[in-house]
């Protein structure tokens, strides 16, 4: 793939899937965290401050026990993964940063990395979680 105009327009795009996604993501896990998981594929993981969760029944659970949630983002990212390296299924790497506070507890700065994939329908483009890589950032105070 050269690194031409066609390059850019592809990273924009998926850029503005990025963003898009991760209001949608901090929305639904701030409000409605019932349906987070339709945002996973079936076979997705997550891995959160080092524990390891995977497929839909893992999540549903790991979701249920978490304490409601206030997300704030302050720094978003992202890139298209190279075709290559995922077999030719469209795929963008999104990076968040922010803070978190959990009902009951301290507030946390947390990052996040998503590895979203393209699932076509006839008409639209649905972006889906396949992986998920959350950690608290808080070096202060340890």
């Not at 790991?62 to 304490?67: N, Y």
């Not at 949630?69 to 890139?79: A, G, K, R, T, Y």
Request: proline share 2%; net charge negative; glycine share 4%.
């Amino acid at each position: 793939m050269s690194m031409s105009v066609d390059f850019k327009t592809y990273v924009d795009q998926a850029c503005r899937a990025a963003e898009e996604f991760v209001n949608i993501y901090y929305e639904t896990m701030d409000k409605r965290r019932h349906a987070i998981t339709r945002l996973y594929l079936d076979k997705a993981s997550l891995i959160w401050n080092g524990n390891a969760v995977t497929g839909m029944e893992g999540l549903k659970k790991f979701f249920d026990m978490l304490p409601s949630s206030e997300f704030q983002v302050n720094i978003l990212d992202c890139q298209p993964v190279h075709e290559q390296a995922t077999q030719a299924q469209t795929t963008i790497l999104v990076v968040t940063s922010g803070t978190v506070k959990f009902d009951g507890n301290k507030q946390h700065f947390f990052n996040q990395n998503f590895l979203l994939t393209a699932q076509s329908t006839p008409n639209s483009t649905v972006w889906k979680i396949a992986s998920d890589c959350f950690r608290f950032q808080d070096w202060a105070g340890h």
